[in-house]
């Protein structure tokens, strides 16, 4: 069974970091593009980034570019969000998805992702 988990996310003030960590079981992690995307109340869901199996690449949004960066820790089936400078705006429920991808494209569409987690709420006060 496949299974994602986020954790890390809370409440920060305006300018503050976070880190959220997603746990992969179930598949093999070394085959799988990794994303995180957001979603806010009466939005849809958005690409926040995205970190390819075969070489670390990474894909962000136009939004978090500068700010936040992905990475992941193959040996541990871990994939990391390191958030700076948080905005009001960065508010959301945060999701870790997993796109198999054996050519490594590295897609922002979240219907190209496979698997999903529950999400984790980051919330930014002003």
């Known amino acids: 069974q496949v299974q994602l988990v986020e954790s890390g996310g809370g409440l920060v003030q305006t300018g503050d970091s976070l880190r959220l960590s997603c746990a992969v079981s179930?598949?093999?992690?070394?085959?799988?593009?990794m994303g995180w995307f957001r979603q806010a109340p009466g939005n849809e869901r958005d690409f926040v980034g995205a970190v390819r199996w075969s070489d670390n690449r990474t894909l962000y949004g136009d939004s978090v570019k500068g700010r936040f960066t992905i990475s992941r820790d193959n040996a541990k089936n871990t994939v990391y969000l390191q958030m700076n400078s948080l905005k009001p705006e960065d508010t959301a429920v945060y999701y870790c998805a997993a796109d198999y991808d054996p050519v490594g494209r590295v897609e922002r569409r979240p219907v190209q992702y496979d698997y999903w987690g529950q999400g984790t709420q980051v919330s930014v006060s002003s």
């Open positions: 179930g598949l093999t992690f070394s085959s799988y593009t």
